[in-house]
């Protein structure tokens, strides 16, 4: 196992926190339990304590991967998610091997004209898409005290080069340089907080998450590069109160904010 890895297996274990996620680590690590641990160091070397899988949602038993209480009553929510490429993708890619033992990353040739429709970069974020939507019933409904937050591994998104437009295009469908748009039969793609939006739960993410955090490198500085996109249907005053909590915590005053396209 990678000596970086076991040094924070070593370091997490002395919090008496984490037995449930430390019980996931094998060698290799799964990709999915390395990004949980890479989030979990982060944020507890800033000084943010986190309790692991807890229910947050009274009628259901459903659990977020992490959750953050405030001394004011106030919880900070973080469910993760690590969207695996498609087996198309995966046929046509050559996996290259990282810095961090047991993690490898894709290269193909994306083209939004390609006669594979998986292998179209546009497949890529209505991909995204799906797999943010699927966490959306693990919080609760619209709560000013609860900041429901999905942070999701996009390094093997676009191959490295997932950027403030590709997040554009996923959470408002619509990106600040017009060549940029993605299309799909024709017509252009719908952010998730596009109110016409009729996808499932769509609607229920408008109503309940707070912000979206995209991860670009999935390493020891996991959120240092990473993108930060608020929830614009969300009242204002709760989208001051969540900024003003993250911008009181170094670990989280990195993150790039990106806004919706003028």
């Known amino acids: 196992m990678d000596v970086r890895i076991e040094n924070i297996v070593t370091g997490l274990s002395k919090s008496g926190r984490y037995s449930r996620l430390l019980s996931y680590i094998t060698d290799p690590v799964r990709p999915s339990f390395l990004f949980e641990l890479l989030f979990a160091n982060a ?133 600040q340089e017009p060549h940029f748009q993605e299309f799909w039969d024709n017509k252009p793609i719908q952010g998730i907080l596009n109110p016409a939006n009729q996808r499932r739960s769509a609607k229920e993410f408008q109503e309940r998450i707070t912000a979206v955090i995209f991860v670009i490198e999935k390493d020891v500085a996991i959120l240092d590069k990473a993108f930060l996109v608020l929830n614009v249907s969300r009242s204002m005053p709760h989208l001051e109160a969540f900024w003003s909590k993250l911008r009181a915590r170094p670990i989280f005053g990195k993150l790039k904010y990106v806004a919706p396209a003028q």
């Open 43 to 175: 944020v507890e070397d800033s000084g943010v304590l986190l309790n692991y899988e807890v229910n947050v949602r009274s009628d259901t038993n459903a659990t977020v991967d992490f959750v953050h209480d405030d001394g004011d009553g106030t919880r900070l929510c973080f469910e993760l998610v690590s969207p695996e490429m498609s087996q198309e993708l995966k046929r046509e890619s050559a996996p290259v091997k990282t810095d961090i033992e047991g993690v490898s990353r894709y290269s193909v040739r994306l083209e939004s004209r390609h006669e594979n429709q998986y292998l179209r970069p546009e497949a890529l974020t209505i991909r995204m898409q799906e797999k943010l939507l699927e966490k959306v019933g693990k919080f609760p409904g619209p709560r000013d005290d609860v900041f429901s937050t999905i942070v999701v591994d996009c390094s093997a998104f676009h191959f490295g080069h997932f950027d403030g437009e590709d997040c554009r295009m996923v959470i408002f469908g619509r990106t």
